[in-house]
Nanobody, 125 residues
C-alpha cells in the first residue's frame, strides 16, 4: 500500500507562487512515476504534469508549461509542484498520484494506482 499526502495549497492572488508537496509512505517510491492532477468545481479531473522515477522525464499540459515545475526528492520520498504566475483558472483541488507499474510517465488518470486526498488551491483575480 502507498499513502500519499499533499500539502502546500492555499489562497493566493493572481501572479503569486505556491509550492505543493506530496509525501509518500509505503511502497517503493523510487520506482514510481508520479503525477499531479487537478479538478475544478463542475469539471472533470485533468492532467497537470508527471515525472518519471528518475526525475529526468517530465510532461506538462500546455496550459501550465513555463509556469509550473514538477520535481522529486527520492531520498525524502516527496514530489513537488512549483507553481508560478498563478492564474484564477488554476483554481482547483490538486491531487498527486503514483503509477506503480508504468515505465514512462503517463497522462491517463486510470494508469495511476494511488491517489492523495487533494489540496485546495484558490487563485483570486
Amino acid at each position: 500500500q502507498v499513502q500519499l499526502v499533499e500539502s502546500g495549497g492555499g489562497l493566493v492572488q493572481a501572479g503569486d507562487s505556491l509550492r505543493l508537496s506530496c509525501a509518500a509512505s509505503g511502497g517503493m517510491f523510487n520506482n514510481y512515476a508520479m503525477g499531479w492532477f487537478r479538478q475544478a468545481p463542475g469539471k472533470e479531473r485533468e492532467f497537470v504534469t508527471t515525472i518519471d522515477w528518475s526525475g529526468r522525464g517530465t510532461d506538462y499540459t500546455d496550459s501550465v508549461k513555463g509556469r509550473f515545475t514538477i520535481s522529486r526528492d527520492n531520498a525524502k520520498r516527496t514530489v513537488y509542484l512549483q507553481m508560478n504566475s498563478l492564474k484564477p483558472e488554476d483554481t482547483a483541488v490538486y491531487y498527486c498520484a503514483a503509477d506503480t507499474y508504468g515505465v514512462a510517465p503517463t497522462r491517463t488518470p486510470s494508469d495511476y494506482d494511488y491517489w492523495g486526498q487533494g489540496t485546495q488551491v484558490t487563485v483570486s483575480s
